[in-house]
């Protein structure tokens, strides 16, 4: 069968007709989620950036509105990540090393892989209520800064680990056949040639990982972190509250004073975060560069 | 082998096992303040009943209004992310230059990053006031606004891992579709998503997964009322924004009300759990195909 000039003519042109308005289509999703964030971004910025000030930076919190500030939150939250920091990164780090360097491939490492995968998929609530039985009750911490840091831990954990094993997976095999026909151990191996190299991408990780750990509020609400908390953390069982926390309290109360509170909090969040992902992707993009094989 | 040697193998291998000790440890908690709960209310009327007020004189204890109000705001959340994120992957992954993708992909990242916390102050004093100018009858506290802005939120998750999919697909399944003369819009519709549809839809469970464990956004916006209803304009409550009422509040230790946040945490990890065990098993199979 012939298809007539025109008629194939007409065809095609719609053809590209279609094609035109699909791609404008699908550009214009994109163009949607990205508008929606600048829209997000402007406003909270509108409402929160001038509410930005020393007073407000170094106040405790307050019922009235005009003289609250985010001190406590913010130190509480600093301690919190360094916390969590210095108990998740080694735990993290350790079983990737186990699952890269020395697990071999039996039901155990298929177990303890396919659990992780699904433990980064439980809602960080449920970390909330593990915590709140293990660590608040059970293990008498209270409503302690240690308490959250070891939830926290438990929540990051999953997500150093998966980043860390994906680092040490870059690691290319024949350094490692090198360092044991020179003799070498397997925890030389992996101490001296391997985990070096692997750091960086670590970091990378790591630092997306405790960005999460910053911003997440449902855990610290289940632990009771919701006080009021008039002073700086003073040691590990210290009561405490965290930026998250405080703005979500502002955010819950009806005066529109304090609205502009929770904005001007989840403006320093938002920048704290920015900052934190700003050091990551340069940490990668240094490091990517320098070693290439 | 050196003991130190053995000492160091021994800590990693402790590290290792540290996330079944977590696994169990959410299980055994959950199940166990489940059970005590389990003894004075029996799990038919937990099931079946059609109110969820144990906070109130007269106390009913029936999920049903609960995972209403969940599914409610995930179904809205999936009705905005599904489409946006599909044209967003096929737009990454069929149309944009590199360097549009290297511009596109680190702020969609973003977008995901933003904490919860944020998105529920955007719900609530954003998008809520908003929508009231536009739908009449809209409350202060609503299913609707709290599910759009999920919607956002799983937005990049839905297109990252629908274009990671697209791009398992092999290039001569593409080349074949083009060599027949197929436009652009046709290969994307008719060849790509077909192929990649399983891996598409593992991402797509999984960000369901993701808005029924979403918390701080519902908490703050979508309001505290259980109620068994499936109008997205009035206030529901979810079951996280539940376990998030009652830690507020001063439920003391042991009482049937403590023991309530166990067993809805319960209902929620069960759920998540099966989304995310039926998503990764789907992206497994699919991935083996291509592979």
């Known amino acids: 069968m012939r298809i007539p000039d025109a008629a194939l003519g007409r065809l095609i042109a719609s053809q ?36 930005l000030n020393w007073q407000f930076l170094t106040s405790f919190p307050s019922r009235k509105p005009e003289q609250a500030g985010i001190l406590a939150a913010l130190a509480g939250s600093v301690y919190l990540v360094i916390l969590t920091a210095a108990l998740a990164v080694p735990l993290g780090i350790g079983a990737a090393v186990y699952l890269e360097e020395y697990a071999r491939d039996n039901f155990f490492t298929r177990l303890i892989e396919v659990n992780i995968a699904n433990l980064a998929g439980v809602p960080s609530i449920i970390y909330g209520i593990l915590g709140l039985e293990l660590f608040v009750r059970f293990m008498v911490l209270e409503r302690s800064l240690i308490a959250g840091a070891l939830t926290m831990a438990l929540l990051i954990l999953p997500i150093v680990i998966l980043a860390s094993r994906e680092a040490l997976r870059a690691v290319p095999k ?48 289940m632990l009771g972190a919701l006080t009021y908390v008039a002073f700086l953390p003073t040691g590990l069982k210290s009561p405490f509250t965290a930026l998250p926390i405080q703005i979500f309290n502002w955010v819950s109360r009806p005066q529109a004073e304090f609205a502009i509170n ?23 993009n240094k490091y990517q560069r320098k070693y290439q094989w | 082998m050196k003991l130190g040697e053995r000492a160091v193998q021994g800590f990693l291998a402790f590290c290792g096992a540290l996330s ?41 204890f029936g999920i049903a209004p609960l995972l209403l109000g969940t599914l409610l705001t995930t179904l809205i959340a999936v009705v905005v992310a599904l489409p946006l994120g599909l044209l967003s992957a096929i737009f990454l992954a069929e149309y944009a230059s590199p360097r549009v993708r290297g511009v596109v992909k680190p702020v969609m990242e973003i977008l995901a990053g933003v904490p919860t916390v944020v998105y529920g102050y ?28 999920m919607g956002i939120m799983i937005l990049p998750m839905v297109a990252s891992l629908s274009e990671d999919a697209i791009y398992a697909v092999p290039q001569s399944l593409r080349d074949a579709a083009y060599a027949l003369g197929s436009s652009k819009f046709q290969v994307a519709l008719k060849v790509m998503i077909p192929a990649a549809f399983s891996g598409i839809t593992a991402s797509v469970i999984l960000a369901v997964s993701r808005a ?69 098993r789907l992206k497994r199979k699919f991935y083996e195909r291509y592979a």
């Not at chain 1, 997000?40 to 509410?51: K, N, S």
């Not at chain 2, 299980?27 to 109110?51: I, K, N, Y």
């Open chain 1, 16 to 51: 590209h007709r279609r094609e035109r308005w699909f791609r404008v289509l699908a550009a214009s999703a994109v163009v949607f989620a990205l508008l929606v964030l600048v829209v997000f971004l402007a406003d909270v910025f509108a409402d929160g950036v001038p509410r």
């Open chain 1, 174 to 221: 024949s350094l490692r056949e090198a360092s044991y026909a020179l003799g070498a151990t397997r925890w030389q191996t992996t101490r001296h040639h391997v985990l070096p190299l692997a750091l960086p991408g670590m970091l990378t990780g790591i630092i997306l990982a405790l960005s999460r750990a910053i911003g997440e509020t449902a855990p610290l609400i």
């Open chain 1, 262 to 284: 929770a904005a001007a909090g989840i403006v320093v969040l938002l920048i704290i975060l920015l900052s934190m992902n700003a050091i990551a992707i340069w940490l990668r």
């Open chain 2, 20 to 60: 079944i000790f977590t696994t169990i440890g959410i299980v055994a908690v959950l199940l166990f303040e489940s059970l005590q709960f389990f003894r004075h209310v029996p799990v038919w009327q937990f099931l079946t009943d059609r109110e969820w007020s144990p906070l109130f004189l007269e106390k009913h």
């Open chain 2, 122 to 149: 955007f719900a609530l004093l954003f998008v809520t006031p908003v929508l009231q100018k536009i739908v009449p009858g809209l409350q202060g506290f609503n299913a609707l606004s709290p599910g759009i802005v």
């Open chain 2, 212 to 280: 029924i464990g979403e918390t701080m956004i519902v908490a703050i916006a979508a309001g505290q009322q259980p109620v068994l209803t499936a109008n997205p304009l009035v206030p529901v409550e979810t079951m996280t924004a539940y376990i998030v009422q009652v830690s507020l509040g001063d439920t003391p230790y042991g009482t049937l009300e403590y023991q309530t946040i166990f067993v809805v945490g319960l209902s929620l990890f069960a759920l998540t759990f099966i989304l995310n065990l039926v998503s990764h």
